[in-house]
């Protein structure tokens, strides 16, 4: 397609993908976004909240990151808001020291994070308080993203991370280190069953002066998605040009098949108020200092809401 809009994201996870970000992976690496008529540039920084801020100076257009960060940079009066989902939960596991054998242990320990009020803060607070362990407990350190984080555990200066499942599959298989999994996706799906995941967001003024890069994102966005839900063969080409991690075949069957299962992948955008009424109820019972929000302050659902009637709902 000729005559391309560009658009600048501001990508959360830093320079790595992983299955919690394949979705944008997926848009660029299959051609969902320049089918769409964009040329995406991608802006590496270390965590949604970088990203969010990369958004409202102007770096970028739109934001990769974690929901926390939009919701809290709304509730203090930034006029951002986001525009579609990315996925519906987290592809994680927390891997701890070999000295940690049961979640009692975690009292504390150090628990490296990207930053503070990123994606992986986030989440590790959900699973802190849904383990019953008072949060002035854990030791939190902020690291930046998972390869830094990764070299911290093997060094053993850090105790504990939430680390992307590839990783945590390559670490627990390395006979050259003792980290182990504590718990993993289907242990933190049980313990935390409404996951904090990536959305992508912009500001109220680029929404207003920039619709049709918006809609043209969103749709492209949903299509990776279904994609990815769909087809093996989309996921693990997608998996194997972006995630560097080597694995084995029969394991990014079983992730695939575990995210499906699952509902992990935003296959209609998730848009929906049940879903984001939950979330924002979550999120305000960790920040009850910040002012409330509703889900109009923070979701801009138009432009899922356009994209489903032009290609229908998923049919799961």
Not at 265 to 276: C, I, K, R, S, Y
Not at 281 to 305: G, W, Y
Request: charged share 20%; hydrophobic share 40%; net charge negative.
């Amino acid at each position: 397609m000729t005559n391309l809009l560009p658009i600048r994201l501001a990508a959360g996870s830093g320079p790595t993908f992983g299955v919690d970000d394949l979705a944008c992976a997926a848009a660029t690496h299959l051609g969902f976004w320049q089918d769409e008529g964009l040329d995406v540039t991608w802006t590496p920084v270390h965590g949604g909240v970088a990203a969010m801020q990369s958004v409202l100076t102007g770096e970028t257009d739109v934001s990769y990151g974690g929901l926390g960060p939009v919701l809290k940079f709304r509730a203090e009066g930034q006029p951002v808001r986001s525009v579609v989902s990315m996925a519906r939960a987290l592809a994680q596991n927390l891997i701890v020291q070999p000295d940690i054998s049961s979640p009692d242990q975690l009292r504390g320990k150090s628990w490296a994070i990207d930053g503070f009020g990123a994606l992986s803060h986030h989440m590790a607070r959900l699973v802190v308080k849904a383990l019953n362990i008072s949060e002035d407990e854990i030791d939190w350190q902020a690291v930046g993203p998972p390869p830094e984080r990764i070299e911290r555990l093997l060094a053993g200066t850090i105790d504990i991370s939430l680390i992307r499942v590839e990783e945590a599959w390559s670490l627990n298989n390395d006979e050259n280190n003792q980290l182990h999994t504590l718990l993993g996706f289907t242990e933190l799906k049980e313990l935390v069953p409404l996951q904090p995941h990536g959305v992508l967001a912009t500001t109220e003024d680029y929404e207003q002066s920039h619709p049709e890069e918006l809609h043209r994102l969103t749709r492209g966005m949903i299509k990776a998605s279904r994609a990815l839900n769909d087809d093996f063969d989309a996921f693990d080409k997608t998996f194997r040009h972006h995630v560097t991690i080597p694995v084995p075949d029969e394991t990014v069957k079983e992730i695939w098949l575990r995210e499906q299962a699952a509902g992990s992948f935003a296959v209609d955008g998730e848009a929906t108020e049940q879903h984001w009424q939950a979330q924002i109820k979550s999120f305000q019972q960790l920040h009850p200092e910040l002012p409330e929000i509703t889900m109009s302050d923070v979701i801009i659902d138009n432009f899922v809401a356009d994209a489903l009637t032009q290609l229908g709902n998923h049919q799961n």
